[in-house]
């Protein structure tokens, strides 16, 4: 039994999908959420860069006493979550590892699909995975640079002649490979899922890193032996690098909670 | 006569549209250029943190002992110039007043357009620049958010049809509104004019904001006698606040000159 908060931080607002599926699993576990706004987005960054600001997003989070760390950027997870896992001093989750066994256990004819920002493609930490797990399984990914962009500005909808556009170049080669599952590897992309299946077809498994973290993280606590024990709901603090304004409304909607009056702006620099 | 070189900033690349005129127009002066490549961009951010990042880049120039500073951010010379300029001790422009003096002079039915990035648009600073040059004139502005984006991931081709149906959709009120002059307020933006000129028609003056600053810039340095009266080539210092490699690639490409060997990576924070 463990009374300190869980630890969650991205890049900007995609972890909150990872912070909803945790909320829905451990309702009564305390959690802090850092959203790095001000800087957002770490994908089209160079991996020093992206490692210089990851040690200071999890700098903040173990200030605040926190049992358990979950790095819920898939940039982060895939370019730096070996320099940063070890100076933790708590069990840190990236979201690279959940969705590369689930996305293995998953696929009938060992081709998986991986899209990500060009940072977490490039770092090819999601290839490393699943050949950890099944060498046999072969992984085509593919990297989405204006995905983020696109879901950021509200374009999402399937019927978006620009979005599936884009969509139709990105996913060329995973559908030219055949894959039967993609890892949506950023957490952004559960906000395109609809113009994803709509390119893809039916017939391809797509999965969420962000809720399949969650789902992982869980388990692990508990066999761990770190969740809190509590019968009552947990206190949920956000904290962002740019105004608290279009952060409230926007985590509202990824949560579908209100969070107005527990977002605290602060500088990590 | 004043030696001192001319110091230019930016979010990120954009700025080089700029600095790319002003070597034509006065090719033996010193120029420092920084681009804040490490916390692009800032058009998506609040107005408070684009402030507080605009005096760190602010800051940093001066330190270089310019002796004019171009502002070639839109989206800072819209909501932050009277905060930076009064406090630099040298003079100071941004990029709207030039291109809102040429779009009020070029403009034959009294309609002008602006596009820029949301904080350009939202702060009305090209409205109330062309309502003191002159109040008659009607001034219709879209945001563009996505247009960055396009831009920095190379999608600016006129023939490609998510970048045409984006555009379409963000220039309708512009279209609607029969502008025949439009500000493209973004130093980005040039890099999709085939795009956005292909949507509005001929018909539509585009003016670059960038260059014509550049225009402007070189007038009044001459006015005020601050040219350096050289005539050897003047010499190009850039900076950036993440990785050279991909500057040094690119910003070759805006420039149409090699700048390898004179970019320096630097920290704001």
Redesign the interface.
Known sequence: MNLCPIGVFDSGLGGLTAVKRLIELLPNEDIVYLGD???VPYG???R??IIRYARQDAAFLISHGIKAMIVACNTVSSAALDLIAPGAGVPTFGVVEPPSERAAALTKNGRVGVIGTAATVRSGAYERAIARINPAIEVISAAC??FV??A??G?TDAE????I??AR?YLEPIIASGADTLILGCTHYPLLRDAISSVLGEGVALVDSGATTADYVAVRLREMGLLNGSDTPGERRYFV???I??FETQASRFLEADVSGSVRQITL?
Request: aromatic share 0%; hydrophobic share 30%; charged share 35%.
């Open positions: 706004t001000g800087r089209s960054r160079s020093e860069t640079p204006l962009p696109l950021e500005s374009r978006d002649a620009a979005v556009a884009i170049d690098t740019d105004i304004d279009g620099e």
